[in-house]
């Protein structure tokens, strides 16, 4: 059954205006999380964490801080919903995330818009190493003009 009356959780893989489900329901509530967990990790940078909050402040949404699943799953009962609506992750860390809230509540993963296909799988964890394989494809189809 199509949803309704959905929430949106807007993950770091789509924070930005081009995201799937703040395309598909523009009207509907939306929330961040920043991940307690991950935060207080040694995984995370206060520089990411600062992008991360500009990021989401320039988005119709609201902001948590907690475990992500029980706060998208409270948000959602706050507002009715009859389920979630997120843009599909490749991270692992947001795939576990997304099936823990599927085992509660019906949610819905649209497909993102590729920022490039690079020609192997994304390698996770730093930036860098994705950019490596990212960079060549970005700039294909670029010519200098320069004489």
Same mark, same amino acid.
């Given at each position: ?5 959905p929430v949106l959780w807007v993950h ?76 599909? *992750?490749?991270? &692992? $860390? !947001?795939? +576990?995330?997304?099936?823990?809230? @599927?085992?509660?509540?019906?949610? #819905? ?9 690079? *020609?192997?799988? &994304? $390698? !996770?964890? +730093?930036?860098?190493?994705?950019? @490596?394989?990212?960079?060549?494809? #970005? ?9």
């Amino acid at each position: 059954m199509p949803l309704q009356r959905p929430v949106l959780w807007v993950h770091e893989e789509a924070l930005g205006p081009r995201n799937p489900a703040l395309l598909a329901w523009p009207q509907a509530p939306a929330l961040f999380v920043f991940d307690s967990a991950w935060i207080s990790s040694a995984h995370i940078s206060r520089k990411r964490i600062g992008f991360l909050y500009e990021s989401a402040l320039a988005l119709p949404v609201s902001l948590r801080k907690g475990d992500v699943a029980a706060e998208v799953m409270a948000f959602a009962k706050c507002h009715t919903a009859d389920g979630v609506v997120s843009s599909r *992750p490749v991270d &692992p $860390r !947001l795939q +576990r995330i997304a099936n823990s809230i @599927r085992r509660q509540w019906p949610i #819905v993963l649209l497909e993102p818009d590729a920022f490039v296909n690079p *020609p192997r799988p &994304p $390698r !996770l964890g +730093r930036f860098s190493r994705y950019w @490596r394989d990212a960079e060549s494809v #970005v700039w294909e189809g670029f010519t200098s003009n320069a004489s």
